[in-house]
């Protein structure tokens, strides 16, 4: 694949916006009935993006890959159980703690005393390894092979989805191979945005009109605010957000100089926090039975999200700092 000298900003502006979707469907399904196919979105852009620099993991140390991109969401979400654990009313047992830290919960594995609603960072992080693994192992051979065992899957689960409708929604106490139903999806969803990066380096084109992706999304924003819950073509979804992802990826080798200012980056920035973040938000209003305006909601997710934004900075700096000491006195 053509290295790009930076990234595509376009990626973080579009996750940022689908964090925002994802609150809001939590918020009340009311206001964005497929919101949780924004979830999906984010595991095929994550796939895309994996093998978009799939030249810098195949050269990199395969465990300092993994640890960069844990380290990106993983204080966020110390941050995030620690606030949990506090305002859990059950007692917290050495195990829960243990089984959150490494994300099991998510896997079907032991307690759940964290909030459900994050179970993407658990397959985000288990799926990513595996692929990470498949693509320094089997960098070409794994391509010629995946699509079909992404459509065998795909028509497995459609097999045996108890809700025919609406297949791609989260059946959390539904197992497939003894593992949750969420995990099949996301090993789907993230191997699809690879397939799609695989066809973007075989064959890239130049976007002459930038109508052509921003068509796409305005297709997919139609389908996620405005179609029924449960719409019986989730899957294609995955599919548009594929190309969707090819589209910005030729558009930014046609204008690999755009680049967005310094306050649509900060924006940006937040995607991760109000994540993470968005779920103690609405375990708080619920507890006080409060019943905000969406505007206000979205207000002290954005505001708390920036709060723990900055907070998460100066440990990270601090951190940073008081290693390099511990360095320089060991020397």
């Known amino acids: 694949m053509k290295e790009i000298s930076h990234r595509i900003y376009a990626f973080d502006l579009l996750k940022f916006f689908l964090c925002i979707v994802i609150a809001t469907f939590h918020f009340s399904w009311k206001y964005a009935p497929q919101g949780y196919l924004a979830v999906e979105i984010f595991f095929v852009i994550s796939g895309f993006l994996m093998y978009y620099h799939k030249g810098k993991y195949i050269e990199s140390n395969i465990v300092k890959v993994i640890m960069t991109r844990i380290s990106g969401y993983y204080l966020y979400y110390v941050i995030f159980l620690f606030f949990s654990f506090v305002f859990i009313i059950r007692p917290i047992n050495f195990s829960d703690i ?6 099991l919960q998510f896997l079907g594995i032991g307690n759940k005393v964290v909030s459900n609603i994050l179970w993407f960072l658990g397959c985000y992080t288990y799926i990513y390894i595996l692929y990470i693994i498949l693509l320094k192992k089997y960098s070409t051979n794994l391509f010629n092979i995946l699509p ?7 028509v497995h689960m459609y097999t045996i989805s108890p809700n025919k409708s609406i297949m791609w929604t989260y059946e959390k106490d539904y197992y497939i191979f003894g593992l949750p139903f969420c995990v099949l ?5 993230m191997g699809i945005g690879l397939c799609f990066g695989t ?22 924003i139609f389908y996620i605010f405005f179609c029924n819950v449960g719409a019986a073509y ?7 957000a594929g190309v969707l992802c090819y589209l910005l990826h030729c558009d930014n080798i046609t204008n690999n100089s755009r680049k967005p200012n310094n306050s649509l980056m900060l924006i940006c920035k937040l995607s991760l926090p109000v994540y993470i973040f968005h779920p103690f938000i609405l375990d708080i209003l619920n507890k006080k039975a409060s019943n905000e305006n969406w505007y206000i909601y979205i207000t002290l997710v954005l505001l708390f999200s920036t709060f723990m934004q900055m907070m998460t900075y100066i440990i990270t700096k601090i951190f940073i700092k008081f290693y390099k000491g511990r360095v320089r006195c060991a020397k």
Not at 185 to 189: A, D, E, G, K, N
Not at 234 to 240: A, E, G, K, N, Q
């Open 98 to 103: 243990l089984n959150s830290m490494l994300f």
């Open 148 to 154: 079909f065992l992404l459509i065998f899957f795909m």
């Open 185 to 189: 999806r996301s090993l789907v969803s």
């Open 199 to 220: 066809i973007a380096n075989r064959y890239p084109i130049k976007i002459r009109f930038s109508y052509l992706y921003e068509l796409f999304l305005l297709v997919m």
């Open 234 to 240: 989730d899957y294609l979804i995955l599919l548009m």
